[in-house]
């Protein structure tokens, strides 16, 4: 491999590690509200927000496990994987409220 061409590789690695990876879905509760889930990811860090408050702040280490919070007076759960490829990676969270699925937040 070219001097070049690693220079280039460790510039985009550097640069992805300060990047804020976001994902947004609508969903309508069972009483009719519509709520806005989103979620980022910056430094290994995951924070789901429900209309804009946090609900879950986690290590992206616990993907895998179930991560928890609430909201109102709902309990909320998100299931998230990670997937690394050749020069990417993919990250994806299953929220459920109160054990109901919500939102698929996919991050790339």
Not at 69 to 98: M, N, P, Q, R
Request: with cysteine.
């Amino acid at each position: 491999m070219s001097p070049a061409a690693i220079t280039l590789a460790l510039a985009a690695v550097s640069l992805s590690a300060c990047a804020v990876i976001s994902a947004r879905q609508p969903y309508r509760t069972a009483d009719g509200a519509e709520i806005l889930i989103t979620s980022t990811m910056r430094g290994g860090k995951l924070a789901i927000y429900i209309n804009g408050k946090p609900v879950i702040e986690d290590s992206i280490i616990n993907f895998g496990k179930p991560m928890k919070g609430t909201w109102s007076t709902s309990e909320v759960t998100a299931l998230c994987k990670h997937k690394s490829h050749w020069f990417s990676t993919e990250d994806e969270c299953d929220v459920f409220i109160d054990g109901k699925f919500a939102a698929n937040l996919y991050m790339r």
